[in-house]
């Protein structure tokens, strides 16, 4: 049995007893190499349920949903490690309890999805661990140090070019498990300290104030990349940020439900070689 | 022979550390640049990214984040976590091309006056030295502009 | 709609010599909002704050930019003019023109130009201030005193007397501090353990007082009228309830050569001890390092000869928590360790010692009973050289301040040194005598004419040994030629330094301190009580180098400020705290990770049957001090500072 | 009487209208991004896409744009118009949902009172437009009663040759007839025969849909919250669509001077409707879904006589959870009578 049988015929028994009230998945997409969430609340609609190389979402985002877990009931979803470290950063920001998590991990490898073994959160500290002593993307390093070659002044072209395509509809946002906030930063308006129109100057603070905010939370899951309609790199910037507070605290976000966030947090002796 | 550029730098600084140590260079009648316009906060943790952005958009060709040595924050810890919230804006900042120069950041305890005259006048050489922060303020212009189609 | 009225201060010529005050005025009037601007020469003079105050009745003004000094200097002059006038002293900013501008600039243009900048944008702030309300807190009206010497022994008196609880909380075995190993004190010659050990007594038996020696304050939580300290009493392995201090546990215990920390290591002490005679309370205690029992488990002598059975080996160290309104910090100092000084040859000429050394040989209770004799073999030193600043005024090797008492005290070893050693001849090499002081002057030339000090202005350069001598040689600057002194004991007048962990207790409090350790006042010569941690008060040699009058009388000024502050049951805080919004807040507690005070915790917030809605963050006004670190932590912008809200900050910045 | 445009004129071509004084504007893809910008050459154009990622719209309705520029002053404020200038643009190589699009728009910005900001913008406008030989999995112009070959909105259709050197041309308006006065030397007659169109399926059944929405029984239908439940309520489907016209109005400036601005916004976002109170009338996604599907095929007709979609797929192609308007309407279509 594959994976996806195995998971669809899990899912079913754990909707068919009452275990989870709900799945959150991938089913077909509207072209042959799309997948697209769903939910699954019945064990016959387990059937619309696929995992493969194509599933690359991270579900995580969803659970967040208004109201869905707060009836404490449990739900299952279908999450990779990055999407399991978004459940480490959102446990351990109090925004759901993972206990009423059911995960099915998988991992793709070569194209083709792989279990995961466990079910609750701490049965994957050792996927995590491995995540982190793997490292960051070598790949997104590479790219971010082309960057960093040229000069601040084509860096800054650089970027104007990119944000300056930024409409501002918030896809990066809205599909970001950690962009939970009631009211985003950028929708506050007295003051306002982002200026809302997508203006380049505007797209600047905005793209700017997001990845600020995604320090030592961002698990590169690249939702916010592959949603962006115009195509910004946003890779390359929430990368640069994960890697910050890796060499500066050691920090590496999403490892397990208690961890302090890097920025609430301080060591008396953290660097500050850059302070006169 | 043109004038030479003087830049505008926007400082956001605690007032039980930096601010005490401006006035005591004050009050020591230290000569120093006038180019540097300061925002009394707190204490360096009421430091928020943001205030740098603004003070950009708003025309500063460089901006100055001071407050008290570590160990010397009046509460204790504000000053550690601006340290932290700096590392990380810094390194964001400079990242996407807004150079490390014109964003600058020090300790100035409250006895520090000559430290923070001599700190001003070496910011505003340095700065001025850079030259306008054009790069930048041409984003403003821009939306002050009239559209072109 | 904004009323604004800016003041603008001619400090005399302080700031109109520098700004074109006319041109400020011209300028500001036509900011909007500003509804009356007007320059005089002092608007901190009583009528300058009367025409504040008219100001604000006439026009309806509601807001004020006075542009004058720095807030740190008439902030509170002007709030309170602004309170007086029915205007919320909140709703007023200080537009900093004279340390910020006039003082530092040269240009007048350009310091003009500045001065508009920074009234305009405070101008910009206040439109957006909020009137404020002073919070009120109750007072726990029960004082502690950390530290047992002379300092805090009347501190501690002093609160007591007038009617309030005090908590002494010493770390030795006994209270009295480094005054009870004085000898005699300047300039009256009285003896110090005589008229200390009566105020040591007068401290233990006082209804009002707790004394805990042996203890060690390891936590302090809380805030000014409400601090909770937790205070770790260290086991004595000896039953305070009960001992009776008869000593006949130290008389038989068995380890006698330990150098006694009290003589400075010119006397031995047991295993089980008091550090001296008149040890208060006398109750000793067993080091646990050094006793046979705790070693290898055998001996207990001191338990046999107990005959009240007052030795308990199994006493755990145990912590207390202490509520407190107010703390005296009385920690005092300790000598610089001046091996430093290598070509003193302190350490390894036994006869080179240290000021307090020489009060222990002073001293009728020491270990000599008051002769002066030298270390090394026990011999009368027949010439003694003193070295003033040995450590003291040095910015290569020891520290660059004063340590205030040197000069007295060596006048004064010199003295006892003549009257008890008639024939000796004594040579004091100084830089400057400092004896400003009452009778302090007179002192010193009495140590001169009468008793023959040879004093000498000049530096020692090396010190050495030959032929039982120790050869001192140096300069006299008056003179202008070298000199070489063959001495017997060389005294080293050693500076007074802070204790060795002062910065970590600095920090386990709340406390500033400066570049060595000692604690920062609040202000050094306005508010030299008061830390900047309100609730916080210092008092002797940990603030400072000071003498026994000048600790005495800070201690008694820091009892007045505590008795000032017990005299209601509430107090009023600044309302400078943060607050949160229940409809953004997002319950992530990062702000509740970040506070230093935490301040902030979890609250509820449900529905009209009691059902939970969602859990914000909420900020305990009692303990929030303002720092807005949670501020800029918070994603959402969802809590705020009051005083510096992120609408104001934002109307400074975009009004520059 | 059919003129032709060969490819290898093109360069000619542009070279005319840039004499004529136009600006030429057309698909390009600069910056990982294809989207209309102006052209000086042939070479630097995009043709061979299906689609644009954006949508010409942008170059009418702008997603920010200055209207008022003021100085506040003590007791009053300055205040100036920022109209855009009159420039003449050229659109080349428009795809004829995107014509549509500004069509379907027209009377939105002309109903109550003349928005001159986009009219003055259409008025120096000509829309050339290339018919579709070519479409994806996510085109829909033949569900919304368009075509590959639709000539709505469009100045001069250009119809691909069969032998794929070049067009045929065809003015349709005026503004057309106008543009083809430069480059009358450069056509050429000639009687090739066009390609045939792109075979784009028709995806659901608009006249249901239609029939369906108007239904009042269908705005409390749980349908809404089955189908929008992984809608992350983002505002790329809006942004991206050639008819969404909703703004917002903002001022941005310092304490002195600022600019009143024309912004997008989108339907999607919660704040869209967010009342002062803190009541918000849609505060759900799935309501705030019903309604884009609402106001695109039912209450824009109802006012417009049209729809509100021009079938261009964008909605779906760039949604990043795979929603979009084909979806529902064809959820809509298979419902139960």
Sequence with gaps: MGIQEQYISEAAGLLSSGAVKLVIGYSEGSTTDRRRPVFVRTPAEAERLMLDGACVANLSTYLLSEGLLSDGKSVAVFLKPDGIRSINILAAEAQLNPEQLVIFGFDIQNGQARPLQGRKISDFTPIVEAARAAGLSPELQGEAERLEHISAAERFEYWKEQFSKCIKCYACRQVCPMCYCRRCIVDVNQPQWVNTSSHTLGNFEWNIVRAFHLAGRCVACGGCDRSCPVNIPLRLINHRMAKEVLDAFDYYAGESTDQKPVLATFRPDDPETFIL | MSEPFEPKIVAFVCTYCTYAGADLAGTSRMKYASNVRMVRLPCTGRISPMFILKALQKGADGVLVSGCHPGDCHFAQGNYHARRRWTVFRALLAFTGIPEQRIRFSWISAAEGAKFADLINTLTEDIRKLGPFDQYHELQKVIETQATY | MAKIGVFVCHCGENIASMVDTANLVAEISEHPGVEICTEYKYFCSEPGQETVKRAIREHNLTGVVVAACSPRMHEQTFRKACAEAGLNPYMLELANIREQCSWVHTEKDEATEKAIEITRSLIEKVKRNNALFPISVPVTRRAMVIGGGIAGIQAALDIANAGREVVLVEREPSIGGHMSQISETFPTLDCSQCILTPRMVETVQHPNITVMTYSEVEEVDGYIGNFTVKVRRKARYVRMETCTGCGDCIQKCPVKKIPSEFECGLGNRSAIYTPFAQAVPNVPVIDRSRCLYFKNGKCAICKKTCQIDSIDFDQQDTIETIEVGAIVVATGFQVQNTSLYGEYGYGRYKDVITGLHFERLASASGPTAGKIRRPSDGKEPETVVFIQCAGSRDVSKGVRYCSKICCMYTAKHAMLYSHKVHDGDTKIFYMDIRAAGKGYDEFTRRAIEEDHAGYVRGRVSKIFEENGKLIVRGVDMLLGRPVEVAADMVVLATAMVPQPDAKDFAKIIGIGYDEYGFFNEAHLKLRPVETATAGIYLAGACQSPKDIPDSVSQASAAAAKILGLFSREHLEREPVIATVSDSTCAGCWGCVTACPYNAIDHRDINDRNGNLIKRVASVNPGLCQGCGTCVSFCRSNSIDLAGFTEKQIFAEVMAL | ?337
Aim: include cysteine.
């Design chain 4, 1 to 337: 009487m059919t003129r032709i445009l060969l490819k290898n004129k093109l360069d000619d071509c542009i070279a005319a209208w840039r004499s004529a004084g136009f600006s030429v504007l057309a698909p390009v893809r600069r910056s990982d991004l294809s989207r209309f910008d102006e052209v000086e050459r042939s070479a630097d154009m995009a043709l061979d896409l299906v689609l644009t990622e954006r949508t010409i719209k942008d170059h009418f309705f702008p997603q920010t744009e200055p209207l008022v520029k003021y100085r506040i002053k003590k007791h009053d404020i300055d205040s100036q118009e920022m109209l855009p200038p009159d420039r003449k643009r050229v659109f080349f190589g428009v795809r004829p949902c995107d014509a549509s699009g500004l069509a379907i728009d027209d009377p939105l910005f002309g109903w109550d009172y003349r928005d001159e900001y986009w009219f003055k913008r259409r008025d120096n406008a000509v829309i050339v437009t290339i018919a579709c030989t070519a479409s994806d999995d996510f085109c829909m112009c033949t569900s919304v009663n368009l075509a590959p070959d639709s000539t709505k909105g469009s100045d001069v259709i250009l119809r691909p040759l069969q032998n794929g050197n070049g067009w045929l041309v065809e003015a349709l308006s005026d503004r057309g007839n106008a543009l083809l006065e430069p480059i009358a030397s450069i056509l050429q007659e000639g009687s090739e025969s066009p390609a045939p169109s792109a075979s784009v399926p028709v995806r659901f059944d608009v006249e249901k849909v239609m029939e369906w929405l108007a239904d009042p029984a269908s705005f409390e239908s749980h349908f809404w919250k089955d189908i929008s439940v992984r809608c992350i309520g983002c505002g790329s489907c809006t942004f991206l669509c050639p008819t969404c016209h909703c703004f917002d109005i903002q001022d941005e400036g310092d304490t002195y001077t600022g600019i009143r601005r024309k912004n997008w916004d989108s339907c999607s976002f919660p704040m869209f409707t967010m009342h002062t109170s803190g009541h918000n009338p849609r505060n759900t996604q799935s309501t705030r879904w019903r309604q884009r599907i609402m106001h695109k095929f039912n209450y824009y007709r109802g006012k417009f006589g049209v729809n509100s979609c021009s079938g261009c797929g964008r909605c779906t192609r760039q949604c990043p959870v795979d929603m979009g308007i084909t979806e529902t309407l064809q959820a809509i279509t298979n419902l139960p009578k």
